[in-house]
């Protein structure tokens, strides 16, 4: 009798990665108290299926604003759609103010395309709006994290693959350059949440991420009255190479150069994240956007809200569905969209959809302990012919 196979197919593990009912995403909690937990990654397949419907943990979804702003909308959808039901078979009052007897069935029957083309004039106008202003903040938020926290990664590791195997072994100078790196990304998210006080900053990098001692954080803000430690710690990272230079433990001239060029990454990296941060979108586009935005949602549920009026009072149950799945749907994602980008427009100032500050971190100091071990532990072929420094 032939064995069962119990290995899943290629397929079916596809199909249990796009409908299975396991999280859409991996969450790991924040260093910060007021939010649960952030997310690291998910899975962008069950945001391509039916299943999307099931996904509500870190989108914008759960945003209280959102639904406050839905809220209103659905109260001015309403407030249009009362007195047209209630005077649709009566004088309307444009048309008596104008002198004509016409009710507010027949006003509105010679209104209603002039309306809804209107509307779709806005509409179209918000969506071009956003669809840029979307464009621009994401590419913004990608920049700041692979050249910013990606720059940050990438030349704390390039300090301890050539330090370890070039330049020293010492477990104190090696632990330092994580250490400083490390600090500097935590700095930055101290930075944003308004946590820079001497007391609270002591605090979280002496006793919640242990990233430096107190004689360390001491020294970090005597006579510094720079608002950008995150960027000046790298100071001490360039001290590091330069100390081992004069020990006579960096004997290249060319490669001490190249480590001080790391040095150098790693701060430009930094200040290409405070750049972001600090000089945003022009205000008057942003302003600008989001009347636009208000004022279509505004537009909107008053037209929609008032030819509901008229065809509930005649009937016509597929009219209104539609009207009112149309001021539903477009005001929400049109909020959403613009809740998004503001969101994106500082993903360290303690939102759930932040960057996970504790993981990058965390990542930094395992890969660079990574780098450190793989030279210690090489092959025995390679062992004897590459002696490392002390």
């Known amino acids: 009798m032939a064995s069962k196979k119990t290995e899943s197919t290629p397929l079916q593990d596809h199909l249990a990665?796009?409908?299975?009912?396991?999280?859409?995403?991996?969450?790991?909690?924040?260093?910060?108290?007021?939010?649960?937990?952030?997310?690291?990654?998910?899975?962008?397949?069950?945001?391509?299926?039916?299943?999307?419907?099931?996904?509500?943990?870190?989108?914008?979804?759960q945003d209280?604003?959102?639904?406050?702003?839905?809220?209103?909308?659905?109260?001015?959808?309403?407030?249009?759609?009362?007195?047209?039901?209630?005077?649709?078979?009566?004088?309307?009052?444009?048309?008596?103010?104008?002198?004509?007897?016409?009710?507010?069935?027949?006003?509105?029957?010679?209104?209603?395309?002039?309306?809804?083309?209107?509307?779709?004039?806005m509409t179209g106008?918000?969506?071009?709006?956003?669809?840029?202003?979307?464009?621009?903040?994401?590419?913004?938020?990608?920049?700041?994290?692979?050249?910013?926290?990606?720059?940050?990664?990438?030349?704390?590791?390039?300090?301890?693959?050539?330090?370890?195997?070039?330049?020293?072994?010492?477990?104190?100078?090696?632990?330092?350059?994580?250490?400083?790196?490390?600090?500097?990304?935590?700095?930055?998210f101290l930075w944003r949440q308004g946590k820079m006080q001497?007391?609270?900053?002591?605090?979280?990098?002496?006793?919640?991420?242990?990233?430096?001692?107190?004689?360390?954080v001491d020294a970090l803000l005597k006579d510094n009255n720079h608002p950008c430690l995150h960027e000046t710690i790298w100071a001490w990272q360039s001290a590091i190479i330069c100390a081992l230079h004069q020990e006579g433990k960096i004997k290249s001239d060319k490669l001490f150069r190249a480590l001080l060029e790391k040095c150098s990454d790693g701060r430009m990296a930094v200040q290409c994240i405070h750049t972001h941060l600090a000089v945003k979108i022009p205000m008057q586009y942003v302003h600008l956007l989001g009347l636009l935005v208000k004022m279509h949602n505004l537009i909107l549920a008053f037209i929609m809200g008032a030819l509901f009026g008229a065809s509930a009072r005649s009937g016509e149950i597929i009219i209104c569905i539609q009207l009112a799945a149309r001021t539903v749907i477009l005001p929400l994602l049109f909020n959403a969209i613009l809740l998004i980008n503001a969101e994106l427009s500082d993903p360290f100032d303690g939102h759930e959809s932040d960057f996970p500050g504790d993981a990058y971190s965390n990542a930094i100091a395992k890969g660079g302990e990574g780098f450190v071990k793989a030279g210690q532990n090489m092959p025995n072929w390679l062992a004897r012919r590459n002696i490392l420094p002390v």
Not at 128 to 139: D, N
């Open 198 to 216: 001497p007391a609270v900053l002591k605090h979280a990098l002496v006793h919640k991420h242990g990233l430096l001692d107190e004689q360390e």
């Open 17 to 61: 990665t796009s409908y299975g009912l396991d999280s859409h995403a991996t969450f790991v909690k924040s260093s910060d108290e007021s939010i649960s937990a952030v997310i690291v990654d998910y899975e962008p397949l069950k945001l391509s299926t039916f299943r999307v419907y099931g996904v509500l943990g870190g989108t914008v979804l």
């Open 125 to 188: 106008l918000a969506s071009l709006l956003l669809s840029f202003y979307t464009a621009i903040s994401v590419g913004r938020w990608w920049v700041v994290r692979t050249v910013g926290v990606g720059g940050i990664r990438a030349a704390a590791m390039e300090l301890q693959m050539l330090v370890s195997q070039i330049v020293t072994q010492d477990a104190h100078v090696l632990k330092a350059i994580r250490r400083y790196a490390q600090t500097s990304l935590i700095l930055v």
């Open 64 to 121: 209280w604003v959102l639904l406050i702003e839905q809220a209103l909308i659905t109260c001015i959808f309403i407030a249009a759609a009362a007195p047209v039901y209630i005077l649709f078979n009566r004088a309307s009052v444009v048309a008596y103010i104008g002198g004509g007897g016409d009710s507010m069935r027949k006003w509105l029957d010679t209104q209603e395309g002039r309306m809804r083309e209107f509307a779709m004039i």
